[in-house]
């Protein structure tokens, strides 16, 4: 833990013993951003990476090298879908409805300075929303016969915080526009996961649902719990300067 703490601080002491030439470019206040995607990366497995969506950003000149801004990711939208279980036989299907809230919607607070003409180096700190997730309307297909099977599940995956440092580079390409490109490393919460489970004891007998087998397989035995991590991202944006 101490050791990725120090590899974090890294670019903050570089940043103050790195000469800074404070009216070589100027800048204007104002600077709107939006990344239509970006890419992200965890190292530590398993581990929840938030999914790629589009980013707006706003940040604000206090000085001609100092900005401050937020950043919202818009997240992906909620969906359903069917899904299908595996199945020992030919002429059987297991089928169940999957559907998603609104996920990994964000919140990030940016403090950018730059050290060098169009080269700057950054804080963030944010929060990802929770979601949930939901698989019900279980059932069997054989032959021309449905069964309905009384089993449902829920996961709630609660709020999680991450920061980062990053570096990057922002220049106004004419008298308002911009480009930018920033890479980020930092450290992500795995984040509290709450897991319900709905069922009829009478219709499964002494046998166990099969999703709650398998969730209860895979905890007891392959420990597949999340766990915090360190993580990259990509950003590549424009914009518009006022």
Same mark, same amino acid.
């Given at each position: 833990m101490i050791k990725k703490i120090r590899l974090l601080a890294l670019p903050i002491v570089l940043l103050f013993a790195s000469p800074v030439f404070p009216n070589d470019v100027e800048r204007k206040k104002y600077h709107f951003l939006i990344s239509p995607w970006i890419i992200n990366t965890t190292f530590d497995k398993p581990s929840r990476e938030i999914e790629s969506s589009v980013n707006l950003q706003f940040l604000y000149g206090f000085t001609n090298n100092l900005y401050l801004g937020v950043t919202?990711?818009?997240?992906?939208?909620?969906?359903?879908?069917?899904?299908?279980i595996p199945?020992?036989?030919?002429?059987?299907?297991? =089928?169940?409805q999957f559907s998603t809230s609104k996920n990994s919607e964000t919140f990030t607070l940016n403090l950018h300075y730059f050290f060098w003409k169009f080269f700057y180096t950054s804080?963030?700190?944010g929060i990802e929303k929770g979601f949930s997730v939901e698989r019900n309307n279980f059932a069997i297909i054989r032959a021309n016969n449905i069964t309905p099977q009384p089993f449902s599940m829920k996961t709630i995956f609660d709020d999680r915080l991450f920061s980062s440092l990053g570096i990057g580079f922002r220049h106004e390409v004419s008298s308002s526009i911009l480009i930018a490109f920033e890479y980020q490393r930092g450290y992500i919460e795995a984040g509290k996961i709450n897991q319900h489970?709905?069922? %009829?004891? *009478?219709y499964y007998?002494?046998? =166990?649902? #099969?999703? =709650?087998?398998? #969730? =209860?397989? *895979? %905890?007891?035995f392959n420990d597949r719990s999340l766990r915090n991590s360190i993580y990259q991202q990509f950003y590549l944006s424009a914009g518009l300067a006022i």
């Amino acid at each position: 833990m101490i050791k990725k703490i120090r590899l974090l601080a890294l670019p903050i002491v570089l940043l103050f013993a790195s000469p800074v030439f404070p009216n070589d470019v100027e800048r204007k206040k104002y600077h709107f951003l939006i990344s239509p995607w970006i890419i992200n990366t965890t190292f530590d497995k398993p581990s929840r990476e938030i999914e790629s969506s589009v980013n707006l950003q706003f940040l604000y000149g206090f000085t001609n090298n100092l900005y401050l801004g937020v950043t919202y990711g818009i997240g992906k939208n909620s969906e359903k879908s069917l899904e299908s279980i595996p199945t020992s036989s030919y002429s059987t299907t297991r =089928l169940y409805q999957f559907s998603t809230s609104k996920n990994s919607e964000t919140f990030t607070l940016n403090l950018h300075y730059f050290f060098w003409k169009f080269f700057y180096t950054s804080f963030n700190i944010g929060i990802e929303k929770g979601f949930s997730v939901e698989r019900n309307n279980f059932a069997i297909i054989r032959a021309n016969n449905i069964t309905p099977q009384p089993f449902s599940m829920k996961t709630i995956f609660d709020d999680r915080l991450f920061s980062s440092l990053g570096i990057g580079f922002r220049h106004e390409v004419s008298s308002s526009i911009l480009i930018a490109f920033e890479y980020q490393r930092g450290y992500i919460e795995a984040g509290k996961i709450n897991q319900h489970f709905t069922y %009829n004891p *009478d219709y499964y007998s002494s046998n =166990l649902p #099969y999703m =709650l087998e398998t #969730y =209860l397989f *895979d %905890n007891i035995f392959n420990d597949r719990s999340l766990r915090n991590s360190i993580y990259q991202q990509f950003y590549l944006s424009a914009g518009l300067a006022i």
